[in-house]
């Protein structure tokens, strides 16, 4: 008897530590941690096996990959293909630091999360970049981390990935 009642204590215990665990990572400081934690890294600059510093924008660490949701980087990667075979640019900035160039005093502050649901949410972020810059990225709850799943979203429609999808339709349209 007692070892079952010390199985039901150890059983419920760790389910309350899963709720309790998944639960955090919908708070709005898990979120501004985990926005921090990503552009941290984004903001680095790192060396080759040579020791030639090289900054993130040249890096072989593939950011989109490793901080987009699935579904972004997927239709990401289709367009890029089609840009690709079509000797266009899909991006004549980089989204992560909103510019062509890469200032040395690079920041980026979370200054609001907020429409924070089971599986999406909307932040607001300050990026410097030779001067401050306001933008919003969406960002997706999957493989039980927070993702960014758009890069500017706006109520129009026209975001990145309204972008792609019109870069990936036009292209079919054409093959037809």
Not at 91 to 120: E, I, L, M, R
């Amino acid at each position: 008897m007692k070892t079952f009642s010390k199985m039901m204590m150890t059983i419920a215990l760790l389910l309350v530590a899963l709720v309790t665990y998944a639960q955090d990572k919908h708070s709005e400081s898990y979120i501004r941690q985990r926005i921090a934690t990503i552009y941290q890294n984004v903001g680095k600059a790192t060396y080759d096996a040579e020791g030639n510093r090289v900054d993130y924008i040249h890096s072989p660490f593939n950011r989109d990959s490793a901080y987009c949701s699935q579904q972004y980087y997927a239709l990401m990667k289709q367009a890029l293909e089609i840009c690709d075979k079509t000797d266009d640019v899909l991006f004549d900035y980089d989204h992560w630091v909103c510019g062509q160039d890469f200032s040395d005093d690079w920041s980026c502050k979370v200054a609001k999360v907020y429409n924070v649901t089971d599986t999406t949410c909307l932040v607001d972020l300050i990026i410097h970049n030779f001067s401050d810059s306001e933008t919003t990225i969406a960002l997706r709850f999957e493989r039980g981390d927070w993702y960014v799943d758009d890069f500017s979203p706006t109520d129009d429609g026209e975001d990145d990935k309204a972008y792609f999808r019109r870069i990936i339709s036009e292209y079919e349209k054409k093959k037809k």
